[in-house]
């Protein structure tokens, strides 16, 4: 059963650009967070989606966005980006947003703003 | 508003050494906790979930212990192994409209040969 995919791994991006990365949950999850992973701030949340609707959402700027398709794959974006956005973030998907409510995290999208 | 802490944020062991690895946090309103290890640039890997009703849940050497009134959670790793090194972060679910994981800023660990 394959595990939580997000592309791309790797990118960089200079300051004013846009970026949009994908997440595909595990096969029957429904629900997929977002966080975003820095040195300094260590894990923070973005925003979570369950059957294309945005349940919660962190304290970030409204530059980052996110959307979730009928087949529970997400994306997120981040517009006019900044040297601070450079970060790996990070996809997580679950089976229900009841119990037990464990998430399952991707290997990341490491993005680096120059 | 939620806070985890981690303390240490590093600790170097030698191998076959049992050791605890604590965790914190300010509102004991959770839905539950979830212990993750991180390699170096990598995504995180769950490694334990204890739901709020429960004490300790445990896999293998690890065992996680949950006490809610008190703020805090443990993770003991029996017989450690150079293997085991990486960052372990603990991560607190709140409940109801504020289900998202508020996680702590991990403990690096290092276990010799």
């Known amino acids: 059963k394959a595990g939580v995919t997000q592309t791309p791994r790797y990118l960089i991006k200079t300051r004013g650009q846009q970026v949009t990365l994908s997440c595909s949950p595990i096969?029957?999850?429904?629900?997929v967070s977002w966080y975003q992973q820095t040195p300094g701030q260590g894990l923070q949340f973005l925003f979570e989606?369950?059957?294309?609707?945005?349940?919660n959402k962190g304290n970030f700027p409204g530059r980052f966005s996110g959307r979730q398709f009928s087949n529970s794959r997400s994306e997120m974006n981040v517009s006019t980006l900044e040297l601070g956005d450079s970060a790996l973030y990070l996809c997580?998907?679950?089976?229900?947003?009841?119990?037990?409510?464990?998430?399952?995290f991707g290997e990341g999208s490491r993005l680096t703003v120059l | 508003k939620q806070e985890v802490t981690q303390i240490p944020a590093a600790l170097s062991v030698p191998e076959g050494e049992n050791l605890v690895l604590n965790c914190s946090f300010t509102?004991?309103?959770?839905?539950?906790l979830q212990w993750f290890r991180q390699d170096p640039g990598k995504g995180l890997t769950s490694l334990l979930l204890i739901q709020s009703s429960q004490r300790e849940q445990t896999s293998g050497r690890l065992n996680a212990s949950l006490d809610k009134s008190s703020g805090r959670s443990t993770l003991y790793i029996a017989a450690s192994q150079p293997g085991d090194s990486a960052t372990y972060l603990c991560a607190v679910m709140g409940t109801g409209a504020n289900s998202k994981l508020t996680f702590g800023k991990g403990i690096t660990l290092s276990v010799r040969p």
């Open positions: 997580a998907s679950s089976l229900l947003i009841s119990v037990p409510r464990e998430l399952f």
């Open positions: 509102d004991s309103a959770i839905y539950n």
């Open positions: 096969s029957g999850h429904r629900s």
């Open positions: 989606y369950f059957s294309e609707t945005q349940r």
